[in-house]
């Protein structure tokens, strides 16, 4: 079974360009989770799709972050425009079911804003 | 608002040494709890996990922990580390209740001397 994939691995960009991240979850797995980590911080969540629907998207910084899920497979995280305090590592999971699953992680997008 | 404290953010040890890394929580109600693994250049891994029953909950690579209600603890133990558990470790967790988000604690990074 393969695992969660991400793409690309490393991105860097500038202050005011726009950045489009893609996470393919696990097959099968409705749920599917955005994180990201800045340097020195914790991991935080950031948004939990079901299918295509937006379960949870409490931890969304703002409205330079717009996520999608279309058909309920692969999502993508795009951020317009970026700023330099979005620099960090975006991880996305994914889970079978919502409560008490583990969630399988993706190995995370490394983003850099210059 | 809910929170995770892992107490030691850098950890050294010898080969050999036992391992006991902290983990508290805030919340009420009913959670689940993971510690995951990070080794150098992999993904976020699974180290264990638990939801209900017994609290002290056995993992992969000899890991164990023990969920303490009362002191809102889960505390990761090894009795012996390798060198090769080398990694950061993060404590997370659910409140049952919610859309499955993980809320993580800052992660402690472990080295061991060989």
């Known amino acids: 079974e393969a695992g969660v994939t991400q793409f690309p691995s490393h991105s860097v960009i500038e202050k005011g360009q726009t950045v489009t991240l893609r996470c393919d979850p696990i097959?099968?797995?409705?749920?599917l989770y955005w994180y990201r980590r800045v340097m020195g911080k914790e991991i935080k969540f950031l948004l939990h799709?079901?299918?295509?629907?937006?379960?949870?998207e409490s931890g969304m910084p703002n409205n330079r972050f717009l996520a999608e899920r279309t058909g309920g497979t692969y999502s993508t995280l795009k951020v317009q425009p970026a700023e330099l305090e979005d620099s960090g590592v975006y991880f996305c999971?994914?889970?079978?079911?919502?409560?008490?699953?583990?969630?399988?992680f993706g190995p995370g997008t490394r983003l850099t804003v210059l | 608002a809910q929170s995770v404290s892992q107490h030691n953010h850098h950890v050294i040890l010898s080969e050999a040494a036992s391992l006991e890394l902290g983990c508290n929580y805030s919340y009420g109600g009913t959670v689940n709890l993971f510690w995951y693994v990070q080794y150098p250049g992999q993904h976020l891994q699974l180290l264990l996990k638990y939801f209900s029953g017994d609290p002290l909950v056995k993992g992969i690579k000899g890991f164990e922990a023990e969920f303490i209600k009362s002191k809102f603890s889960f505390n990761l133990r090894k009795p012996s580390v390798q060198w090769s558990d080398t990694a950061e470790y993060f404590c997370?967790?659910?409140?049952?209740?919610?859309?499955?988000?993980?809320?993580f604690g800052q992660g402690t990074t472990l080295q061991v001397k060989p």
């Open positions: 999971a994914s889970s079978r079911w919502t409560s008490g699953d583990t969630q399988y």
């Open positions: 997370a967790v659910t409140p049952t209740s919610n859309t499955g988000k993980l809320i």
């Open positions: 097959s099968g797995h409705d749920n």
């Open positions: 799709f079901v299918k295509e629907s937006k379960q949870d």
